[in-house]
């Protein structure tokens, strides 16, 4: 099947691989924003393609907006231009979308992730007039995050073609599903410029195995190493290097839904060194002592421990 609509062509190399959705440190009840930069700067010495900022893992939803944008700025900093830094911009609200999008455009964001507005579930043709209207605002590339289980709606394949057809700088979209055949579906609409980021992390080999560009993981905050040691093997064709890693990462991989994400990986930050700490702001929570029990666990399989 002919592509609908070509999408504006990116350089090959720009917005693939694995950009693990870092996770917003917290300290006294505030952003421990030093404690970011060293994630960034993690996520670049540690063979990452790219960062999300305040994406799902990152807990937008207890961020003020001026707090989502301090990250960005630090995130870009931190970064300097080693790795592509795209910034989570969406809310329930389109006015504080386009206030964070527009503030991560001049932040120097590469691109941004817009979530589909969640609690309110509007039809699909709010939601074309919607992305539209957002992309429509600024110039850096903006990629959709589809994520039903968490926004409570669904994009269908022809609304994104509808709004990919009507904003020229809609590149991609994120899939936290298990619908795997949205993403072929999708391609074959749109073409394989068209970046389709995997979001589920169990199901990252099948979606790179039908077209994904990437991940967008939040076990790569774990071991960033390996995640992008994944998409690397499955770009290459390497099915069973790529199925080796696959198997390697699955206890990692369901240990991110034992409790609400990023509940478990803060956790596990914390018990690997990487994290001074694993607190959360309300109404999530820290994990529980058998939750932290179960996860050291697997961690000393993983050799994860100190």
């Known amino acids: 099947m002919m592509p609908n609509r070509a999408v504006n062509p990116l350089p090959p190399t720009a917005l693939v691989g694995s950009y693990p959705p870092v996770v917003t440190p917290f300290a006294g009840g505030r952003v421990d924003l030093g404690t970011f930069e060293a994630l960034v700067d993690r996520q670049v010495t540690h063979g990452s393609q790219g960062v999300v900022v305040t994406g799902t893992s990152g807990e937008p939803s207890v961020l003020s907006v001026a707090e989502r944008l301090e990250l960005v700025r630090v995130a870009v900093r931190a970064a300097g231009g080693r790795l592509p830094v795209v910034a989570a911009t969406g809310t329930e609200s389109l006015a504080a979308t386009l206030e964070l999008t527009l503030g991560a ?135 069973a290097a790529a199925r080796k890693i696959h198997d390697e990462l699955w206890e990692l991989n369901k240990a991110v839904f034992f409790d609400t994400n990023p509940i478990p990986i803060k956790y596990m930050l914390r018990r690997m060194g990487v994290l001074p700490n694993n607190e959360h702001r309300l109404p999530m929570a820290s994990a529980t002592s058998d939750l932290e029990a179960r996860l050291d666990a697997l961690l000393e399989r993983a050799g994860l421990l100190p």
């Open 105 to 239: 455009q001049k932040a120097g964001a590469d691109a941004v992730l817009v979530v589909t507005p969640y609690y309110i579930r509007p039809p699909q043709r709010g939601l074309e007039e919607y992305f539209v209207t957002v992309a429509s605002q600024v110039e850096v590339p903006v990629l959709i995050y589809h994520i039903p289980g968490r926004a409570s709606v669904s994009l269908e394949v022809g609304t994104i073609t509808a709004i990919a057809e009507r904003a020229p700088n809609l590149v991609g979209m994120k899939h936290a599903s298990v619908e795997l055949a949205l993403i072929t579906e999708v391609l074959h609409r749109l073409g394989p410029a068209f970046r389709v980021f995997a979001g589920l992390e169990e199901l990252s080999l099948p979606m790179l195995a039908v077209g994904a560009c990437g991940m967008m993981n939040a076990v790569g905050n774990l071991v960033p190493d390996r995640v992008a040691a994944l998409w690397h093997a499955a770009d290459s064709g390497d099915l």
